[in-house]
């Protein structure tokens, strides 16, 4: 058996290698030689990467020669001898760049020139614009638009590169067709914005230009740059000209009617359509990019499929017509360029993890092939152990399971043998009975009060170990509901019968264990309303239907625990000033945090005593009495919301809200004589009876007396500070009789209305 074992994991291994060696694809390394960096140049670089992306074999190497001739030619010379697989080349000039061109092309390298051209034909492809065509366009252009008759000056681009000879070339002929157009000067700059500029200024500053005679100067009309920067430059030029004139140039040629036009028409900030968009350029050009059909181009020839030598690429007259909708255009694609990237980078990520992958797969397969036998053989060893341990692991932890659940179901009885025991210790008939009974009583509450300590070490040992975590620990205190007998039918609740020292609270009750409730209901019943519930969700309906003074609610129970219970008891508008004690077997200090956390206002663990959980629910009764006294103030002190009302604190600021919404109500429909309990809960999202119960728990008196109260605080204010009689004073603050007011407001303040004043 493990001979075959062997076998197939050799198969495997073998199966391995032959993918990895058929995956194996050609890299293809593209030298970029740029003439310079630009605007232009930095979108057609990012075009050419975004290219790349389609093909997970391609390396690009960008170099710039900052139109330097020397640099170029040096850095061409580096590709050649990197090994390059195919250059694209924009050379600086037309005839200085052509020998380390041919170098690469005599080398077996393929060649393609992009943008600008070579004296020399050893190239293998050229992609780029129709310069002489934009300069002929942008003649045409120009004589329409001032109708064949004016004067034009142009700035040229860096001497001896083939667009500026082109774009020269193209212009002249164009102006050719017009005799009353007027070519002024052709002035020589190298595409910088500075170099448009300063070519200006010396014209301006030229004998030619400047004569003794200004009105004789030649106003110039048009200035065509051979790019939008130099186009630019020339207008700062003539823009100072005018501004702040010199004796030493002419300024009557240069003025504010004169027109400017570029070529390059980029879509960036500060570019050539943004320029035509603020009427800066009244035209420009777009000079194509296209770095992606440069890419293309690229792997056509490196992989051998068909392509043209000549590529020309289409460009377009940019106006103020189209300015803006290029404008949104390129945001468009700017955004999507962004969605594209990120992507991109993602799946360089994943490619870079799957490339360790295979080197560990790869470094791993000699390795494995010579230990496979022992592997195999290792493996079946360890899989023999790793189950013994397993079977041992589970046989300690259902030990463990079973102490942990045993100590905690023990918790609820020993709850029902010490409280009663100690209920039983303090009766009259305990007081009487033999010594020998009184001996015996003692017994068992040592023996209980043992066996509670004892429960309690189990649990802190087992809190202890090591390997225990959260997850069993829930399961454990889960376990403690499936024994556990759920009485169904106390959904309705069932005050219990009260005795004479019974107050006027009521206390509901929540826990699945039958003895528990019965034993709660002895401990309380002689003080509190009872109501009773067997798990979370009927409390829950309870405390919402009745709205009960104080809950005591188990942990543990089925349906709805009490930290759910808890927590959306606290949330509900109608039941979140109701205190909750929280009484349970789940006596770790994480549990307690758990019980603080989800709202409770007091937390008491099985065993406990009587005496203490009647101290924690008259304390947290005593508290709410505290509070009754501050929403009383609140409501009744004075007709402004926030005037004199004291601030609530984080403890009481929802039960604050709730209080100073009744108050809106009925202030603002104070004079409404039909003003009523009704209305006000409708209002307010509550029921006549939650109005009732929850306003009495807060402020000790009823909606309708707090109504009655703050309509007679009105009126007192009205009486006091205005001329109106008793009857116009009861009438706008709601009585619908003048004599149902006048005792009313006696009963409250000792006088009649019409003693106010006096």
């Given at each position: 058996m493990i001979h075959h074992k062997s076998r197939i994991v050799v198969l495997f291994v073998l199966a391995l290698l032959l993918c990895a060696c058929s995956g194996s694809k050609k890299r293809y390394v593209i030298g970029v030689s740029q003439c310079s960096e630009d605007i232009w140049r930095d979108k057609l670089n990012d075009e050419l990467r975004m290219g790349a992306y389609s093909y997970d074999n391609v390396e690009l190497r960008f170099a710039s020669a900052d139109d330097n001739d020397d640099k170029q030619i040096e850095q061409i010379d580096r590709f050649i001898s990197d090994g390059i697989d195919l250059l694209i080349v924009s050379p600086n000039q037309v005839a200085?760049?052509?020998?380390?061109?041919?170098?690469?092309?005599?080398?077996?390298?393929?060649?393609?020139?992009?943008?600008?051209?070579?004296?020399?034909?050893?190239?293998?492809?050229?992609?780029?614009?129709?310069?002489?065509?934009?300069?002929?366009?942008?003649?045409?252009?120009?004589?329409?638009?001032?109708?064949?008759?004016?004067?034009?000056?142009?700035?040229?681009?860096?001497?001896?590169?083939?667009?500026?000879?082109?774009?020269?070339?193209?212009?002249?002929?164009?102006?050719?067709?017009?005799?009353?157009?007027?070519?002024?000067?052709?002035?020589?700059?190298?595409?910088?914005?500075?170099?448009?500029?300063?070519?200006?200024?010396?014209?301006?500053?030229?004998?030619?230009?400047?004569?003794?005679?200004?009105?004789?100067?030649?106003?110039?009309?048009?200035?065509?740059?051979?790019?939008?920067?130099?186009?630019?430059?020339?207008?700062?030029?003539?823009?100072?000209?005018?501004?702040?004139?010199?004796?030493?140039?002419?300024?009557?040629?240069?003025?504010?009617?004169?027109?400017?036009?570029?070529?390059?028409?980029?879509?960036?900030?500060?570019?050539?359509?943004?320029?035509?968009?603020?009427?800066?350029?009244?035209?420009?050009?777009?000079?194509?990019?296209?770095?992606?059909?440069?890419?293309?181009?690229?792997?056509?020839?490196?992989?051998?499929?068909?392509?043209?030598?000549?590529?020309?690429?289409?460009?377009?007259?940019?106006?103020?017509?189209?300015?803006?909708?290029?404008?949104?255009?390129?945001?468009?694609?700017?955004?999507?360029?962004?969605?594209?990237?990120?992507?991109?980078?993602?799946?360089?990520?994943?490619?870079?993890?799957?490339?360790?992958q295979r080197l560990l797969t790869l470094s791993a397969v000699g390795i494995v092939a010579l230990l496979l036998l022992m592997a195999v053989v290792t493996y079946l060893y360890l899989r023999q152990k790793t189950k013994i341990n397993r079977e041992r692991a589970q046989m300690a932890r259902q030990q463990l399971d079973f102490y942990t659940q045993a100590s905690h179901e023990l918790r609820t009885p020993l709850t029902l043998i010490e409280g009663p025991l100690a209920q039983l210790a303090a009766t009259n008939d305990m007081q009487n009975a033999s010594e020998k009974a009184v001996e015996m009583l003692d017994i068992v509450q040592r023996n209980t009060a043992q066996l509670s300590k004892l429960v309690n070490k189990i649990l802190d040992v087992q809190v202890d170990n090591?390997?225990?975590?959260?997850?069993?620990?829930?399961?454990?205190?889960?376990?403690?509901?499936?024994?556990?007998?759920?009485?169904?039918?106390?959904?309705?609740?069932?005050p219990a019968a009260g005795g004479d020292g019974k107050t006027d609270h009521s206390v509901l009750i929540v826990d699945d264990n039958d003895d528990i409730r019965a034993y709660l209901r002895t401990i309380l019943q002689a003080n509190y309303t009872i109501f009773e519930a067997a798990d979370g969700q009927q409390g829950l309906d309870i405390a919402h239907k009745e709205?009960?003074?104080?809950?005591?609610?188990?942990?543990?129970?089925?349906?709805?625990?009490g930290l759910e219970f808890c927590q959306r008891v606290k949330d509900d508008f109608v039941t979140s000033h109701i205190p909750v004690i929280l009484l349970t077997a789940r006596a770790l200090s994480q549990h307690q945090v758990e019980g603080y956390r989800s709202g409770a206002d007091g937390y008491i663990t099985k065993p406990f005593q009587p005496d203490v959980l009647l101290a924690r629910i008259d304390n947290l009764l005593r508290s709410r009495v505290k509070l009754k006294n501050l929403f009383t103030t609140t409501i009744t002190t004075t007709e402004k919301t926030d005037a004199s009302a004291p601030e609530p604190t984080d403890i009481v600021q929802q039960e604050h809200e709730f209080i100073t919404r009744f108050r809106e109500q009925v202030v603002r429909d104070?004079?409404?004589?039909?003003?009523?309990?009704?209305?006000?809960?409708?209002?307010?999202?509550?029921?006549?009876?939650?109005?009732?119960?929850?306003?009495?728990?807060?402020?000790?008196?009823?909606?309708?007396?707090?109504?009655?109260?703050?309509?007679?605080?009105?009126?007192?204010?009205?009486?006091?500070?205005?001329?109106?009689?008793?009857?116009?004073?009861?009438?706008?603050?709601?009585?619908?009789?003048?004599?149902?007011?006048?005792?009313?407001?006696?009963?409250?303040?000792?006088?009649?209305?019409?003693?106010?004043?006096?």
């Open positions: 200085t760049i052509t020998p380390a061109i041919d170098r690469a092309y005599d080398k077996g390298i393929p060649v393609i020139v992009f943008d600008r051209k070579t004296s020399s034909k050893k190239y293998t492809a050229y992609i780029g614009a129709d310069n002489k065509l934009m300069g002929r366009e942008l003649g045409e252009y120009i004589a329409h638009r001032l109708n064949g008759h004016g004067n034009v000056v142009e700035i040229m681009g860096l001497k001896g590169s083939s667009p500026a000879i082109e774009r020269h070339t193209g212009f002249v002929e164009a102006l050719s067709r017009y005799p009353g157009i007027r070519l002024l000067a052709s002035l020589q700059g190298d595409w910088t914005e500075q170099s448009g500029q300063k070519a200006m200024e010396n014209y301006l500053k030229s004998p030619s230009t400047n004569t003794q005679h200004p009105s004789a100067a030649p106003h110039i009309d048009f200035v065509f740059g051979q790019n939008d920067r130099m186009a630019i430059g020339a207008s700062k030029a003539l823009k100072q000209s005018i501004s702040t004139p010199s004796p030493s140039i002419n300024t009557q040629h240069p003025s504010p009617t004169t027109l400017f036009c570029g070529i390059d028409a980029l879509p960036t900030a500060g570019g050539g359509i943004e320029c035509v968009r603020d009427n800066i350029l009244e035209a420009s050009y777009i000079y194509p990019t296209h770095g992606d059909e440069v890419m293309q181009l690229a792997m056509n020839i490196l992989q051998g499929k068909p392509y043209d030598k000549e590529n020309l690429l289409k460009a377009a007259i940019v106006t103020k017509e189209n300015a803006r909708v290029l404008l949104m255009q390129n945001e468009e694609t700017i955004r999507q360029t962004g969605y594209v990237n990120q992507l991109h980078k993602q799946a360089n990520e994943y490619l870079r993890q799957l490339g360790y090591s390997w225990k975590n959260d997850a069993s620990a829930q399961k454990i205190e889960g376990g403690g509901w499936q024994n556990s007998t759920v009485e169904t039918s106390l959904a309705v609740p069932t709205v009960p003074d104080l809950i005591v609610s188990d942990v543990m129970m089925p349906v709805m625990n104070m004079a409404n004589s039909d003003l009523n309990v009704e209305s006000i809960g409708q209002e307010m999202g509550l029921s006549r009876v939650q109005l009732y119960r929850k306003v009495k728990a807060l402020t000790g008196m009823s909606p309708v007396e707090l109504i009655r109260k703050t309509r007679l605080m009105k009126a007192h204010e009205l009486l006091q500070t205005t001329d109106k009689t008793v009857s116009e004073v009861a009438y706008e603050v709601g009585f619908s009789a003048p004599s149902y007011f006048t005792k009313c407001f006696k009963d409250e303040y000792g006088m009649l209305p019409g003693d106010v004043k006096s």
